[in-house]
């Protein structure tokens, strides 16, 4: 059974100040992994998605990087902002396509 | 307008009542999905389905049942609610191809807050 480990579970930086967020998985047969951001009592959004056979993606200040073979992934996180204060959360989706399975995140606090 | 709405989204309910919680999608995905998400246990599949003729079990179906009435739009049900079934429900949708993304990228609506009384 796929389990998926996200540390720190909670992280606490001033602004500007660059930061990982790292996620682990135990099988590494998975189809592609998928960052996502939570806002208090809302919903999912994607961030970022890299395939298996991707190395990393890049959107704006968020970098993602995937080294299946050993089971980790990083969400890079560059000139953090206040706004950017969320739960961050890594999901690995099985290679039938058909389970998607979450860490419980990492609650970012990015202080002014 | 939202890709993924659930209706309703906040829902108090009693102990044995019967619960539908609905999704609909506007992305023209066939595969859709619903999860909860519970304090320390993160988000858990209730069931998938890849089109409309399709459903499957995900991590924790019991005491939770599903329609697919159309393509885009796809329903839980709680035939006799529970307390241990309050939580956060999330429905979300993908498409294997490439159309409207990169592949099996999952799409989610707002969530419903359901509490069991």
């Known amino acids: 059974k796929q389990e998926v480990t996200q540390i720190p579970a909670a992280l606490s930086v001033p602004e500007g100040e660059n930061l990982v967020l790292n996620c682990s998985f135990t099988d590494s047969a998975i189809y592609n992994l998928q960052w996502f951001r939570q806002d208090p009592g809302k919903g999912l959004t994607s961030l970022l998605l890299?395939?298996?056979?991707?190395r990393e993606q890049t959107s704006g200040r968020l970098n993602a990087s995937l080294d299946k073979s050993s089971g980790r992934s990083t969400l890079y996180i560059a000139a953090s902002q206040p706004g950017d204060s969320a739960t961050y959360l890594c999901?690995?989706?099985?290679?039938?396509?058909?389970?998607?399975?979450f860490g419980e995140g990492t609650q970012l606090t990015v202080n002014p | 307008d939202a890709d993924v709405t659930q209706t309703p989204r906040n829902r108090i309910t009693k102990t044995g009542k019967r619960i539908m919680l609905e999704c609909s999608q506007t992305?023209?995905?066939?595969?859709m999905y619903w999860y909860r998400q519970d304090p320390g246990l993160g988000l858990r599949l209730i069931y998938y389905?890849?089109?409309?003729?399709?459903?499957n079990k995900g991590e924790i179906s019991d005491g939770y049942s599903v329609s697919r009435q159309a393509q885009a739009k796809f329903s839980l049900s709680l035939e006799s609610a529970i307390p241990n079934q309050t939580a956060l429900y999330f429905c979300?949708?993908?498409?294997?191809?490439?159309?409207?993304?990169?592949?099996?990228?999952?799409?989610f609506g707002p969530g419903t807050r359901l509490t069991v009384l």
């Open positions: 999901a690995v989706l099985e290679t039938s396509g058909s389970r998607l399975t």
């Open positions: 890299i395939q298996s056979s991707q």
């Open positions: 389905s890849f089109d409309v003729k399709d459903i």
């Open positions: 992305k023209g995905h066939d595969r």
């Open positions: 979300a949708t993908s498409d294997p191809g490439l159309a409207g993304g990169q592949y099996n990228e999952q799409f």
